[in-house]
């Protein structure tokens, strides 16, 4: 009988503040190793940290969002342990009485919504880095981020596949964006994920052994590592074996977990009241105060897309998937219902087709970097702005320029961030509309092919086609489809 598979997660997101959690050197990535440092977060004898309240606030927005329980009264504690990048022997964080407790994020999956609890999600402070490149066999200790805050968000055991616990990284990533509090870039680190992972014979309700994988840097990875883990205890299980409870190291090169230490548990941290530090409290008023400014989150504006803008469920959803598309895409909108009066839904489905498909398929082709990799540009980089399309589909509405044409400008704005209306004046490109200049051609055609208008008007409906490829070909292209619709229907039949 298949096992069943049961997968907690253990997320670390560095939040967004500009200084420490607990002194004034700045959190800002990618500055020469120890130069943004001070006695606090060196960890010298003798110095006061002091709680930073933008993490505070960070925290109890997330936890609003998570539906979490604030503590009125929390506290944050000392987490003995010895290792290079942590000079003071203990790292500050949060162990007893958290900031966040009980909470929960649905997830979607496959049109079903599974409920995830979240145990709980408490502030610490992160370590530095072992450099173990440079000199050979030389190790370096570089403690910039040493002190740089972090929230760890922990669920309780309620994943039942790695595929759920991708949807569940994803949406909470997702939320942590929109919140401002958190990056969301695994590859840079600033939000790393601890999958613990046990198998069970299906319908018990007992927990197998557990154990924590590490050293995850992607969705990709954290789905990898995942599948291996399940093979590996399944094999061992199915042999009569027994699951070490242990920590394991993922290795991307070898794609495969292999042993890091066994398990330590709480009490081989010896944590103690951080005596340094007074307890938090938190005043409703001050919740309230974030409460009151919570965004909107990435499921509820998914559900106002689809009816506000008359979306498909799809179209939302990879819309609002990242808030600056979301941003774009409404601020598209705007413009256009702003200069034609039409109303959002008109414009909903047409806008949201050119950001998805034409303008998403030009960042994505990119720039050429100096290494000749081609990178996506971001959407919040975008050489075409909002109003800048918006112009465009407002042309290409009133029939100036047709849809294919729009391509072709779209793609110039793109390169020369040129307007649309420059452009199209530039290149002679706006479609001919004029009924006189439209009938000169359409009476050209007609004198050359008298057979098939005879056909026509003998009541061969079909050879209409025809007649509209004919002009369309005559104009070069230029020719305003609508118009010439309504022109031949009136000159074939009379
Ligand atoms: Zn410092």
Known sequence: MTPEVVIGLEVHAQLLTQSKMFCGCTTAFGAAPNTQTCPV??????????????????????????????????????????????????????????????GWLDIGQNGTTKRVRIRRAHLEEDAGKNLHEGIAGASHVDLNRAGTPLLEIVTEPDLSSPEEAIVYLKSLRDILVYLEVCDGNMEEGSLR???????????????GTKV???????????????????????KILSEGGKI?????????DKGETAPMRSKEEAHDYRYFPDPDLVPLRISTEMVEAVRKNLPELPAVRYKR?????????????????????????????????????????????ETSNWVMVELMGLLHRGKASSQSVVQAIPIAESPVSPAALAALLSLKRKGEIS?????????????????????????GLAQVSDEGALEKIIDEVMAKNSAQLGQYRSGK?????????????????????????????????A
């Open 403 to 427: 849809g294919s044409m729009a391509k072709s400008v779209l793609e110039e704005i793109f390169q020369t961030g040129k307007s649309a209306e420059e452009i199209v004046k530039a290149k």
């Open 305 to 349: 897309f689809v009816e506000a803008y008359g979306l498909p469920e799809h179209d939302a959803k990879v819309l609002t998937a990242e808030k600056d598309l979301a941003d774009f895409f409404e601020a598209t909108v705007k413009a256009q219902a702003e200069t034609t009066g039409l109303s959002s839904k008109d414009i909903g489905k």
């Open 193 to 207: 994920c601890e999958p613990n992972l046990s198998l069970r014979p299906a319908g018990s309700k007992e927990l």
């Open 461 to 493: 409906a079909e050879v209409f086609g025809f007649f509209v490829g004919q002009v369309m070909k005559a104009s070069g292209g230029m020719a305003n489809p609508a118009k010439v619709n309504e022109l031949l229907k009136r000159k074939l039949r």
């Open 244 to 252: 070490l409870q242990e920590t394991r190291l993922w290795n991307p």
């Open 41 to 102: 977060c060196l960890g010298l004898p003798g110095v006061l940290p002091v709680i930073n309240r933008k993490a505070v606030e960070f925290a109890i927005r997330t936890g609003l969002a998570l539906h979490c329980t604030i503590a009125p009264q929390n506290r944050f504690a000392r987490k003995n342990y010895f290792y290079p990048d942590l000079p003071k022997g203990y790292q500050i964080s949060q162990y007893e009485l958290p900031i966040c407790e009980h």
């Open 212 to 234: 924590e994988l590490k050293n995850i840097n992607s969705f990709r990875f954290a789905k990898a590592a995942m599948e291996y883990e399940i093979k590996r205890q399944e």
